[in-house]
C-alpha cells in the first residue's frame, strides 16, 4: 500500500497489566521498535540514557517510563498512553502500572480500553497480581482479554510449563465471565512471537501478539440498542446573520447508545415530555440518522425545558430511573469512603448530590468473592454500595451499556476524583405513558 | 462491516468534539489557544463542529513570543476573522517591558518566558479553562497527561497527583484562582492531525510546504537565517529547500530539508520519517526531563 493512502479503518484501545517486573513496558517498547513506530531521535535517546546508566543496554521500558521520578525508581507511577498504527488498525495503549498502590490507574487505563492484555512471567506462572488485574478487566467488562506468558526464553520454551500456565489460569477463568481469551507464548525481551512468529515455538499454532491485536474483531464493543442522548450543551445562536436560525434550538451531545432518526419518536427527561426529531444537525450538514457514539446536535418539534444533564432517549428499551442506586465502586483516594458522606455524582452530562447510604460488602479482587461489610472502603478497595441522589437519575446496568451505566464520585471541597461507579440495572424502568403530554 | 462503523478519525473527532462540548457545558470561561499550527487549525475546526451553527462560545487566545514566523501570525488573524471570533493576543515582549517575564543574563529563548506571560493573561481575563492542541504522541511527559489536566492557584502541574480519568467522565471542578487546561487532541498523532487536515480540507499556514529559504547549520539542524539568527563569520549559508514539520520559535525551529507542496507529499513523507516531529526542536533535547520541568512550570 502506497504511503499516501495509509489509512488504518479502526481504532482498537487495550492496556497492559502487570507486576513490576513481568515486563509491561519492555513489551510495548517492543511493539512499537518492531512495528517500527519508533523514531531514529527516540532510539537516540534511549541509547543516551543506556550510556549513562545502562551500562550500554538499550532499556525498552524507557519508552513508557517518561517521568524522572520513574526512571529513578524503575517502576510506572502513571498511565502512559503510546499510539502506533499498521496498515489494518490504529492502536491506542494505556500502559497501567502493576505495583498494588496504583490499582486505581489500572481502572484508569481499563476503563475505555477493548482489549486488555495480562503479562505472565513464565517462571512464576499466575500469581495474585495477574488474578487481580483479570478480575479488574472483567468487572470492567472489558470484551478481550490476552493473557502473554512472558519470558518463555527463561523456561526454554517449555511448552508444558506453557500449558501448565494455561491451565492455572482456565482454572479461574469461569468466574470471570470473559468470552474471548487468547493465550500467547512470547519474550518480550527478544521479541518472540510479539510482532514476528518466533521459531523456539514450533508448538504453538496460534497468531503473534500483533497478529491477533490486528484481527480480534471489535464492531459490536458499541451499543447500539436504545437511543440515548446526554445532552452536553444547548446550541442556540444569538443574533445570527441567518434568519432561519432565529428560532434555532439544538441539543448538542454524544450519542450514548443505539441510533437516532428523523421523525422518530423521543422522550425528554426529567421533562418527562415525548417529541419528535425535527432534524439531526450535524456541521457538515443534516443527517438522517446518527448512531453512538457520533456528536451530533438534534433539533425537536417541541420546546421543551431540555438543559445540560437532561437525557433524550428513544421509546424502545427504555432506561432505569431513581434515586435510590446499587452499584460496585473502585475507591481511587487515600480517605477512604465513609457511610453518610455526601458526593458530587457525575453521570453522563449530569452531576447530582449523593450520599452514600450503605456498604454491603468488599469484594476480594483475587476471587471476586464477597467480603464481610467493611465499614469503609480504602484505597484500590472494589465494593458493592448504595447511593441516594438527590435527584433522580436516568440510567442503564453497567452490563448494559458503559456509557449510562457508568459514574464517577467528587468529594466535595478539594474536588478529588475518588470513586470509579458501575451501576446494577435499575428495578424502576422510565414509564412514558404516565410522561406523554404533549404540550 | 456494518454501515454504524466510525473509521479512526471519526473516532478521534467524536471524542474531541465531545471533550469541547464538556468545557463549554462547565466553565464560565474557558479560552481556546491559538496559534495558528496545525494542531490548533485542527482544534478549530473541531470547535466548529461542536458549536455551530452558534458563535464559538470562548475567545481565542494566543501567546506571541516576538519570534514566531511571520508567516504564522498572519494566518492566525487570517483564521480568526474568518471565524468571526475574538483573538486575544498577549506579548512576551510586553510582559518583559512591564517586569512580569524576566529574562536570565543572556537567555535569547522565549520558551520559558511564554509561561509567566500565558499565566498573566488567564488571571487579566480571569479564565478557568484554556484548551490546547497538545497531543500524548509528541513527548513522554505528555503521555501521562490527561485529557482535563488541572493547575493549582500556581498554575502547576503536579504529574504524581492527576485526576484519574475513567470512561468519558471528566472532571472539571475547581475552586476559585484554579485552573483546567484541556487536550481534546490528546490521542492524536501527527499522522492523523495531516490526515484530518486532508479529510476536512484545511488550509495551513505556507511555511509548512516547501520553500526556498537561507540557512545555517547549528547542532545538527537547519536554523533559519533571520535578524533574530544571523549567520556567525564562520558559517556557511545554503540556501536549501526545506518547510517546517513542527512549528516553534524563528530561533530554535530546525527546518526539514524537503520537496513536499501539498498535504498529500506532507502525509507521505511522515509515513517513511525515521525521526519524531519534536525531533527538529532543540527546546526538547536538552535533557531528558526538559518538557517535564517546563510542564510543572505551567508549559503547555
Given at each position: 500500500m502506497p504511503a499516501s493512502q495509509h489509512h488504518p479503518v479502526d481504532i482498537l484501545r487495550f492496556n497492559t497489566c502487570g507486576s513490576v517486573d513481568d515486563g509491561k513496558s519492555t513489551l510495548i517498547g517492543r511493539l512499537l521498535y518492531d512495528s517500527k513506530s519508533l523514531m531514529e531521535d527516540q532510539i537516540e535517546a534511549l541509547e543516551r540514557s543506556a550510556d549513562i546508566t545502562g551500562g550500554g543496554q538499550i532499556n525498552l521500558a524507557n519508552l513508557t517510563d517518561g517521568l524522572r521520578a520513574e526512571r529513578e525508581q524503575g517502576i510506572t507511577i502513571d498511565v502512559a498512553y503510546r499510539y502506533f498504527a499498521t496498515p489494518r488498525r490504529k492502536f491506542i495503549i494505556?500502559?497501567?502500572?502493576?505495583?498494588?498502590?496504583y490499582t486505581r490507574n489500572m481502572v484508569t487505563g481499563a476503563s475505555s480500553a477493548n482489549l486488555s492484555i495480562v503479562l505472565v512471567d513464565a517462571r512464576l506462572g499466575v500469581i495474585e497480581q495477574s488474578r487481580r488485574h483479570s478480575c479488574i478487566a472483567s468487572l470492567l467488562r472489558i470484551p478481550h482479554l490476552i493473557v502473554a506468558i512472558n519470558k518463555m526464553d527463561l523456561v526454554d520454551w517449555s511448552e508444558a510449563r506453557f500449558m501448565e500456565i494455561r491451565d492455572q489460569f482456565e482454572e479461574f477463568l469461569p468466574r470471570l465471565d470473559m468470552k474471548d481469551v487468547q493465550f500467547i507464548p512470547i519474550s518480550a525481551l527478544n521479541g518472540d512471537n510479539v510482532v514476528e512468529p518466533s521459531k523456539h515455538t514450533p508448538w504453538y499454532a496460534g497468531p503473534t501478539l500483533l497478529g491477533h491485536l490486528e484481527s480480534v474483531h471489535i464492531g459490536s464493543d458499541w451499543n447500539l440498542n436504545g437511543f440515548r442522548l446526554p445532552v452536553q450543551w444547548v446550541n442556540r445562536p444569538n443574533?445570527?446573520?441567518?434568519?432561519?436560525?432565529?428560532?434555532f434550538r439544538g441539543f448538542s451531545g454524544q450519542i450514548a447508545g443505539g441510533i437516532v432518526r428523523v421523525g422518530q419518536k423521543v422522550l425528554a427527561l426529567p421533562a418527562g415530555i415525548t417529541s419528535t426529531v425535527q432534524q439531526i444537525w450535524t456541521y457538515d450538514g443534516p443527517v438522517q440518522e446518527a448512531f453512538c457514539p457520533q456528536s451530533v446536535t438534534l433539533v425537536l418539534a417541541h420546546d421543551i425545558d431540555i438543559s445540560r444533564g437532561s437525557m433524550i432517549i428513544g421509546l424502545d428499551q427504555l432506561p432505569g430511573t431513581g434515586t435510590e442506586l446499587h452499584a460496585k465502586v473502585c475507591w481511587m483516594h487515600q480517605r477512604p469512603l465513609l457511610r453518610g458522606k455526601k458526593y458530587f455524582l457525575k453521570h453522563t452530562s449530569n452531576t447530582v448530590q449523593a450520599v452514600v447510604s450503605e456498604i454491603e460488602h468488599r469484594i476480594n479482587i483475587t476471587t471476586l468473592e464477597p467480603e464481610p461489610a467493611p465499614t469503609e472502603l480504602g484505597l484500590n478497595d472494589i465494593g458493592e454500595i448504595r447511593l441516594r441522589t438527590a435527584k433522580p437519575l436516568i440510567y442503564d446496568g453497567y452490563a448494559a451499556n458503559r456509557l449510562t451505566g457508568s459514574f464517577i464520585l467528587v468529594e466535595q471541597g478539594?474536588?478529588?476524583?475518588v470513586a470509579a461507579g458501575m451501576l446494577h440495572a435499575s428495578r424502576e424502568v422510565v414509564k412514558p405513558e404516565n410522561a406523554d403530554y404533549v404540550i | 462491516m456494518s454501515n454504524y462503523h466510525l473509521d479512526h478519525l471519526q473516532h478521534l473527532e467524536t471524542e474531541a468534539i465531545h471533550v469541547m462540548r464538556e468545557v463549554a457545558g462547565e466553565f464560565e470561561r474557558p479560552a481556546l489557544l491559538f496559534s495558528g499550527g496545525k494542531d490548533s487549525i485542527c482544534l478549530i475546526r473541531l470547535a466548529e463542529k461542536a458549536f455551530r451553527p452558534s458563535e464559538l462560545p470562548m475567545p481565542l487566545l494566543n501567546v506571541d513570543?516576538?519570534?514566531?514566523f511571520p508567516e504564522l501570525n498572519e494566518f492566525r488573524d487570517a483564521r480568526a476573522k474568518e471565524l468571526g471570533a475574538k483573538l486575544i493576543v498577549r506579548r512576551v515582549e510586553d510582559a518583559i517591558a512591564s517586569g512580569v517575564a524576566v529574562p536570565a543574563p543572556g537567555e535569547i529563548s522565549r520558551n520559558r518566558l511564554q509561561i509567566p506571560t500565558l499565566l498573566a493573561a488567564i488571571e487579566e481575563f480571569r479564565f478557568d479553562c484554556c484548551i490546547g492542541g497538545a497531543r500524548r504522541d509528541e513527548e513522554k511527559a505528555r503521555a501521562k497527561e490527561r485529557f482535563f489536566s488541572f493547575r493549582d492557584s500556581f498554575g502547576q502541574w503536579d504529574p504524581k497527583n492527576q485526576r484519574p480519568e475513567i470512561w468519558n467522565l471528566y472532571n472539571a471542578r475547581i475552586n476559585p484562582g484554579e485552573n483546567m487546561r484541556v487536550f481534546p487532541l490528546s490521542n492524536w498523532t501527527e499522522m492523523d492531525v495531516w490526515e484530518y487536515i486532508r479529510r476536512e480540507k484545511l488550509e495551513v499556514p505556507t511555511i509548512y510546504f516547501s520553500h526556498r529559504r537561507q540557512c545555517v547549520r547549528r547542532q545538527g539542524q537547519w536554523l533559519p537565517v533571520t535578524t533574530l539568527v544571523p549567520p556567525k563569520p564562520n558559517e556557511e549559508v545554503r540556501e536549501l529547500v526545506v518547510r517546517v514539520r513542527t512549528i516553534g520559535d524563528i530561533i530554535s525551529t530546525g527546518m526539514v530539508e524537503s520537496p513536499a507542496d501539498s498535504v498529500d507529499d506532507i502525509i507521505a513523507e511522515i509515513a517513511a520519517a525515521?525521526?519524531?516531529?519534536?525531533?527538529?526542536?532543540?527546546?526538547?533535547?536538552?535533557?531528558?526531563?526538559a518538557m517535564e520541568d517546563r510542564k510543572k512550570a505551567g508549559y503547555f
Open positions: 494505556a500502559d497501567t502500572p502493576g505495583h498494588v498502590q443574533n445570527p446573520q441567518d434568519a432561519k436560525l432565529h428560532d478539594t474536588n478529588a476524583t | 513570543t516576538g519570534h514566531h525515521r525521526v519524531t516531529e519534536r525531533g527538529s526542536r532543540a527546546d526538547d533535547k536538552s535533557s531528558e526531563a
